[in-house]
């Protein structure tokens, strides 16, 4: 019996964590972030909060939270073009909710910037308030 239930433990966390996979995106790396933004040829989302976003953000990006309701009209027609979503660091998942929403409208070419805000100012990149 208690091996039964091991093999059923076991096989939920496989399944649990294809899941998971599916749901996650690609990280972008820093200097590709930098390259889209001077080229202009990526919308950023920033899911840190209103709060933060007025503190500093990257520039261009999009305040998730203060823009949920009207999200579609601040992207591109394109549903391929570039959409990276990217919250406080390493650590934070508060991206995923742009990520998901953004993933609703229909777009497919969506990213993570996972250094966040946190990774932006420390490279010595600019924000923007």
């Given amino acids: 019996m208690k ?8 096989a939920l966390s496989f ?3 294809g899941l998971m996979a599916e749901d996650k995106v690609a990280d972008i790396k820093h200097a590709d972030l930098v390259k889209a933004v001077a080229e202009k040829k990526v919308v950023l989302i ?15 990006a999009v305040d998730f939270q203060a823009n949920k309701a009207e999200l579609a009209a601040k992207l591109p027609a394109d549903k391929a073009a570039l959409v990276v979503a990217y919250c406080g660091n390493p650590n934070c998942n508060a991206y995923q ?13 969506v990213v993570h910037y996972s250094e966040g805000i ?4 420390k490279s010595g990149e ?4």
């Fill in 3 to 10: 091996f039964s239930f091991a093999v059923l433990a076991l």
């Fill in 15 to 17: 399944v649990s964590a």
């Fill in 46 to 60: 920033d899911c840190n909060g209103s709060d933060s976003y007025k503190a500093g953000h990257i520039p261009g």
């Fill in 97 to 109: 909710a742009g990520v998901d929403a953004v993933k609703k409208l229909g777009y497919t070419n």
């Fill in 118 to 121: 946190a990774g932006w100012k």
């Fill in 126 to 129: 600019k924000t923007a308030q």
